[in-house]
């Protein structure tokens, strides 16, 4: 599955904005202190489920006697849902090593995947916020 531009360019600014809220400032690659780089993974699936009313088996008396069968009641509901890893990457801006990484993984809805990759941003911008901050101590 293939992200869409418009997408792409709301996680972009969503890392952006995540950082710049916590006082990291944007500078050209050349002059940059770290790059970022962020990767994302989709996988479709689908939840099934068995909806049954009743116990699963039954004896009853069919056209030839006495039997054991199932019930003509129950439901079976294929429920898709998408599965998501979200990747930041922190790199160094001289040396072009990895700094840190980070990641997410979510069940997200792609019919607003602005907020769910909103939220998924944050939570790994919080851990690299957090560690950076014990690093400090």
């Known amino acids: 599955m293939v992200l869409k531009e418009a997408t792409a360019e709301q996680l972009h600014t ?8 916590h006082g990291y400032e944007y500078k ?4 940059a202190d770290f790059m970022v780089a962020y ?5 479709e699936g689908y939840d099934v489920r068995v909806m049954d009313y009743g116990y699963p088996g039954f004896w009853g ?4 006697g006495w039997r054991w069968g199932w019930p003509n009641n ?4 294929k429920i898709p849902y998408t599965d998501s890893t979200l990747i ?3 790199i160094d801006g001289q040396t072009n090593q990895l700094v840190w ?5 979510d069940t997200i809805n792609l019919k607003k995947p602005e907020h769910d990759f909103k939220d998924a941003v944050n939570d790994v911008l919080s851990k690299f916020f957090k560690e950076a901050k014990e690093q400090r101590t």
């Not at 969503?14 to 809220?21: D, P």
């Not at 990767?39 to 996988?43: A, T």
């Not at 008396?61 to 030839?64: D, H, Q, S, V, Y």
């Not at 990484?101 to 993984?105: A, E, I, L, P, S």
Request: glycine letters at 16%.
């Open 88 to 90: 930041i990457d922190l």
């Open 14 to 21: 969503a890392i952006q904005r995540g950082l710049q809220g």
């Open 61 to 64: 008396r069919g056209r030839f």
């Open 28 to 31: 050209p690659p050349d002059h």
């Open 74 to 77: 129950f439901d079976v509901w």
């Open 39 to 43: 990767y994302v993974g989709l996988k």
């Open 101 to 105: 990484r980070g990641f997410n993984t």
